[in-house]
């Protein structure tokens, strides 16, 4: 097989991406940064489209289940053009091996998902794909899940793909933020290459939570307005690299909170969480204020090191975590900085949801993605095994 090594990078044209299960755009900003143009995005929520249009307006984007998505709809789209790079996120959490036969498999509901992103591969053969998706996914069913993954992958299209998967950790690629993410990895096997991983970037130190956020307004619960200057100068290269074409703050505002939960807040110090306020502070039963409820999470209201770098963000970090030094949660914008969004990468969309409203919150948005510092050190990793002499 041959390895790109340190052979000189061509681009005789502009390398392209369809961008499945996109969300608000994460990878598609990722990939971006790296050189490549989406093409085509697609994802089933109302309120990601809305996000991916306002920062994307010159991506066609899909707002579809995968699964209803037919070959005519995409070529409506985009005629004759192809895609080098198929990308995305499809949610694999409830796949099922029961009927081992590869047309059942395929064929159970809660597969679906998955298969539509290899439906895409099918139809497009790309020269490569890359598919992210949680840790976990590697000891479900005792490792037959990622194993059939990669069997799938391995025949997919004309001529099949070299197909490898590794951990990878986004503080290694400026994130503040210890994300792990599973990362699958496709190259058509006509081009013999196999697929490489980006290597941890060589950082003096991980970026922590105050570098992160130190800069923006420092406004407390039920406080901040649409539009807001930032509370000072950047004060290093992360803070520098986020407000590049910015001159204010968006989508920071504060949370409102009871003062009861604000009286929570002040007791739990730094890496402690609900629980270890629990006797004062513990959420009370419904309907019965005098009791505690029997109901302890252990991952509420964490109060985040800002000398460190933040755990998952996932998309409940709005109740998840505290800030480290003011006593509410995180404000979108914040979220936003720890997965590494830019701040002229606006939001669109309600800051949070009842249960009963359709579409995700600006909150889940940002949870949901995958961390953009991390999704450009793929993309380059990627085009630098593609385009070379």
């Known amino acids: 097989m041959k390895s790109p090594g340190h052979k000189t990078k061509v681009f005789t044209n502009p390398v392209t991406s369809i961008d499945l299960f996109s969300g608000c755009g994460g990878l598609t900003l990722g990939f971006r940064m790296a050189g490549v143009q989406s093409i085509l995005a697609s994802d089933i929520d109302e309120n990601c489209e809305k996000t991916f249009r306002r920062n994307f307006p010159e991506v066609p984007f899909l707002c579809k289940d995968v699964i209803n998505i037919e070959l005519s709809d995409v070529k409506e789209i985009l005629g004759e053009k192809r895609p080098d790079i198929i990308v995305g996120g499809p949610p694999c959490q409830g796949f099922s091996l029961a009927n081992k036969r590869r047309g059942k498999v395929a064929d159970d509901p809660r597969n679906r998902l998955f298969y539509g992103f290899v439906k895409f591969v099918d139809w497009y053969s790309p020269k490569a794909f890359v598919m992210e998706n949680v840790k976990g996914l590697l000891s479900m069913q005792g490792?037959?899940?990622?194993?059939?993954?990669?069997e799938e992958f391995s025949n997919a299209g004309e001529q099949g793909y070299n197909v490898a998967y590794r951990v990878l950790r986004a503080s290694d690629y400026g994130v503040p933020q210890n994300r792990e993410r599973v990362v699958v990895i496709g190259i058509r096997k006509d081009l013999n290459i196999e697929p490489l991983f980006p290597a941890p970037h060589r950082l003096d130190h991980l970026v922590?939570?105050?570098?992160a956020i130190s800069d923006l307004p420092q406004i407390e619960a039920g406080q901040g307005s649409e539009v807001q200057a930032y509370r000072s100068e950047p004060q290093n290269a992360y803070q520098k690299m986020m407000r590049e074409n910015s001159e204010h703050v968006l989508n920071h505002i504060a949370?409102?909170?009871?003062?009861?939960?604000?009286?929570?807040?002040?007791?739990?110090?730094?890496?402690?969480?609900?629980?270890?306020?629990?006797?004062?502070?513990g959420a009370v039963k419904r309907g019965a204020p005098s009791e505690k409820s029997d109901i302890k999470f252990s991952q509420n209201n964490q109060r985040l090191h800002g000398d460190q770098p933040a755990p998952t963000i996932a998309a409940s970090f709005q109740s998840n975590f505290i800030h480290p030094h003011l006593d509410r949660n995180f404000t979108a914008r914040e979220g936003a900085r720890l997965q590494s969004f830019p701040d002229d990468f606006v939001f669109e969309g309600m800051?949070?949801?009842?249960?009963?409203?359709?579409?995700?919150?600006q909150y889940q948005q940002i949870g949901n993605a995958v961390p953009v510092l991390m999704?450009?050190?793929?993309?380059?990793?990627?085009?630098?095994?593609?385009c070379y002499e």
């Not at 490792?143 to 990669?150: A, H, P, R, W, Y």
């Not at 999704?375 to 593609?386: D, G, H, P, R, W």
């Open 143 to 150: 490792g037959k899940v990622i194993q059939t993954i990669l």
């Open 375 to 386: 999704a450009k050190a793929i993309a380059e990793c990627v085009i630098n095994q593609l």
């Open 208 to 211: 922590t939570v105050d570098e």
């Open 351 to 361: 800051r949070t949801k009842m249960s009963w409203e359709k579409g995700l919150s």
């Open 255 to 281: 949370m409102r909170h009871t003062p009861r939960l604000v009286e929570r807040f002040k007791a739990i110090k730094p890496g402690q969480s609900l629980v270890d306020v629990w006797d004062t502070h």
